[in-house]
């Protein structure tokens, strides 16, 4: 063999064109549990009112304007529903879930990748950078819909609370939150690394624990905490707390799923069963009907204190579980995801799989699932239909271009929160007015009825905000995975 007959392997690598760098892939469930927290701060603010009302009035306002001969009120009549009362009560979990999961996302795969590169030299140095454009991004959304939304106010229609310095201060504050929570997220890289032993988690268990109690102790100390509370108040303040403990947690477990799930692990080691969807899954399970039983008994029992010390604010533990339970079960890939990807590995030629340095998806580009799935189908001989894997990318990126818009809609469902709700009534009201004069014709069994169809009304009015304000949003820079 000649020398000019020699191929070395770096000669047929210098000689295949570079590919060009394609958009990093996304984790379906993870796009998925965004778009349901968007779902969920939407129900929240929409069951909000009917159940500070139905906890102001307790459970027997329906009894005592019978005794005193006053007519029956339409909160009066939910007031003493055990079943309404349950189910609304159960619903405005998902809006603090909502907000969690608003945090938890960003720190689960940021948090990561700012904890392995503060090793590196130069740590403080490069990352500033990168940390202000981020925030730029957040500012830029920010801006850009609250000048959106006073051009509307003053051309189009008005909209209250809008413009004032102090409503886009107050009302924004969860962005407000994300932004320095984003500031301080290369400092909470750099202390997770170097806080990995087992002393480390469990004294971070122990100040978990902590601050949900002093959340537990504010909620019934609290009387008036159903009205708008000044940023310098302790609870308001405490709540923030709640939401940074929400972003540490999420980014150590995102630091251990890296680990076991990133680009850098063995294919070799099994993930401890703890980091498998299974067991998140039915975490999930078990809190879900753990949370209805201590609602059910709290409603069907009239301890409405209760439920306002269960669902105070945004600070609520459970709300915080089910978050972490909701986001590590999407996170965690399933034993036949995990099966379909390591054939998919298989079946394509070396390179054509999707790489992503961020540790943000171990799922192959959709090109690649597209050969597997023709090479799969050709080899088992199957004749499915051609359209289906297109349909399904179709449904990938309509989720995610959905579930982009999760920073906008926050913003312009807290700028046009009373326009939202005058909108809200102006359908609803009618049908409340059904429900009480139903009762006061033929009592409670007449009014179920219409009860049901004003649970049908708020729904559907839910859906259709939820629609119009994600559609309307999905044009803006959502930096929540950046």
């Not at 886009?168 to 969860?174: K, R």
């Not at 009825?449 to 905000?465: A, D, Y």
């Amino acid at each position: 063999m000649t020398a000019k007959a020699v191929m070395t392997s770096s000669s047929i690598s210098t000689s295949v064109p570079a590919r060009p760098k394609r958009r990093r892939p996304r984790i379906f469930a993870v796009e998925l549990l965004r778009l349901l927290a968007i779902i969920g701060i939407a129900v929240f603010h929409t069951f909000l009112l009917t159940f500070e009302q139905i906890a102001l009035n307790g459970p027997h306002a329906l009894s005592t304007a019978m005794q005193t001969g006053a007519a029956p009120t339409f909160i009066s009549i939910v007031s003493s529903t055990s079943v309404a009362v349950w189910l609304i009560s159960m619903l405005m979990f998902l809006g603090a879930w909502g907000n969690h999961i608003f945090f938890m996302i960003s720190a689960f795969f940021l948090v990561p990748r700012l904890a392995q590169r503060s090793r590196h030299k130069g740590f403080v140095r490069d990352e500033w950078k990168p940390t202000a454009v981020r925030i730029a991004k957040v500012l830029a959304a920010v801006v850009f819909y609250i000048v959106v939304l006073i051009a509307v106010n003053r051309w189009v229609v008005p909209i209250q609370s809008i413009g004032g310095l102090r409503d886009v201060i107050l009302s924004l504050e969860f962005v407000w939150l994300y932004v320095i929570f984003v500031l301080l997220a290369p400092f909470i890289g750099w202390c997770i690394e170097r806080c990995r032993k087992k002393w480390c988690v469990a004294l971070w268990a122990v100040a978990l624990v902590a601050i949900y109690g002093l959340n537990i102790y504010v909620a019934i100390s609290g009387r008036n905490f159903f009205d708008s509370l000044s940023i310098l108040d302790w609870r308001k303040q405490m709540s923030a707390v709640t939401y940074f403990a929400s972003y540490i947690c999420a980014g150590a477990l995102g630091c251990a799923w890296q680990r076991w799930y990133g680009k850098d692990a063995s294919e070799h080691d099994s993930a401890p069963f703890w980091l498998t969807r299974r067991f998140w899954a039915l975490a999930l399970v078990v809190l879900v009907a753990v949370a209805g039983c201590i609602v059910a008994f709290a409603a069907f029992g009239g301890h409405y204190g209760l439920l306002t010390v269960l669902s105070f604010k945004s600070t609520s533990a459970i709300s915080f579980l089910l978050a972490v339970c909701s986001l590590m079960c999407a996170a965690c890939p399933g034993a036949r995801l995990r099966k379909r990807n390591s054939l998919a590995m298989e079946l394509l030629p070396i390179g054509d799989a999707k790489s992503d340095d961020t540790g943000h998806s171990m799922e192959p580009s959709p090109d690649s699932v597209r050969k597997s799935d023709e090479a799969k189908l050709s080899c088992n001989g199957n004749t499915k239909r051609a359209f289906q894997p297109s349909a399904k990318a179709f449904c990938s990126r309509a989720v995610e271009a959905l579930a982009s818009g999760i920073l906008g809609f926050y913003v312009v469902q807290a700028l046009t929160y009373y326009a939202w709700i005058a909108v809200q009534n102006r359908f609803a009201d009618p049908v409340a007015i059904h429900v009480a004069s139903a009762f006061a014709i033929g009592g409670m069994s007449a009014s179920v009825g219409w009860l049901i169809n004003w649970f049908l009304v708020e729904i559907i009015f839910l859906w259709h905000s939820c629609l119009w304000s994600a559609l309307s949003t999905v044009s803006s820079v959502s930096p929540c995975c950046a």
